[in-house]
């Protein structure tokens, strides 16, 4: 079982730029992909980001491309989204999480392990 840890969530006004960071330990072999998903009040967890943690390869949500960049760092067992040019649209809720389902998308029932979220709040 890994265990993640988000960190770096804030508040910024919209058009700013925030770095997520999710720090992974315990039993990382095995984990296909690693994706960042949020949940805003009253809606539904969404998919933002994964990267297949062999090859490198990206997928995003379209309501986020072009403005976030997931990226590891596999020697410090780290996850990072990159997030620039916020909206107010994506205040929610941000988690990580990991699957050990290859080629796993954006949906949640792929993922097992999953952080305690940090908040992301964007203001007009």
């Known amino acids: 079982q890994v265990q993640l840890v988000e960190s770096g969530g804030g508040s910024v006004q919209a058009g700013g730029s925030l770095r997520l960071s999710c720090a992974a330990s315990?039993?990382?072999?095995?984990?296909?992909?690693m994706g960042w998903f949020r949940q805003a009040p009253g809606k539904e967890r969404e998919g933002v980001a994964r990267?297949?943690?062999?090859?490198?390869?990206?997928y995003y949500a379209d309501s986020v491309k072009g403005r976030f960049t997931i990226s590891q760092d596999n020697a410090k067992n780290t996850l990072y989204l990159q997030m620039n040019s916020l909206k107010p649209e994506d205040t929610a809720m941000y988690y990580c999480?990991?699957?050990?389902?290859?080629?796993?998308?954006?949906?949640?029932?792929?993922?097992?392990?999953w952080g305690q979220g940090t908040q992301v709040t964007v203001s007009s």
């Open positions: 999480a990991a699957s050990s389902v290859v080629g796993a998308g954006l949906r949640s029932s792929a993922y097992t392990s």
């Open positions: 315990g039993y990382t072999y095995g984990n296909y992909c």
């Open positions: 990267i297949a943690t062999g090859n490198g390869r990206t």
